[in-house]
């Protein structure tokens, strides 16, 4: 399953962490990914449901991994629909300011906003 593959990258975890999460053996996840076995449908669903995507889109039935907005929390929706107000430009600029600061400490974030507001 090349689309569980390439999410577990994604999330940057090892096969070996990603099947202690769901109890399964290494050998048996590899073979899940590497399409020598298949899984139950139990186990796809719950794959599905950690990397909020659809089943279909794991097993390679759909081309894209669509964002389930009824995943996302309130804040989280709220910047959707504001996102959605801004022209193309203004996307790339508030993804620029997203890659500095997703990492940065929120204490640190809210103080430079205030900061700027004086």
């Known amino acids: ?3 569980l593959k390439k999410l577990r990258k994604e999330s940057k975890l090892t096969q070996l962490e990603f099947s202690k999460k769901f109890n399964l053996s290494l050998r048996g996840y590899q073979d899940i990914e590497n399409d020598i076995n298949q899984t139950s449908y139990e186990n796809l669903i719950k794959f599905a449901d950690f990397f909020n995507c659809s089943v279909d889109y794991l097993l390679g039935h759909q081309t894209q991994n669509v964002l389930y907005l009824d995943s996302l929390t ?3 929706k709220d910047a959707v629909e504001l996102i959605k107000q801004l022209d193309d430009r203004q996307v790339l600029k508030v993804i ?6 997703k990492d940065t400490p929120f204490e640190e974030v809210v103080s430079k906003l205030l900061k700027k507001e004086e």
Do not use: F, V
Not at 96 to 101: N, S
């Open 74 to 76: 309130d804040e989280q």
């Open 1 to 3: 399953m090349e689309n």
């Open 96 to 101: 620029g300011y997203i890659e500095r600061i």
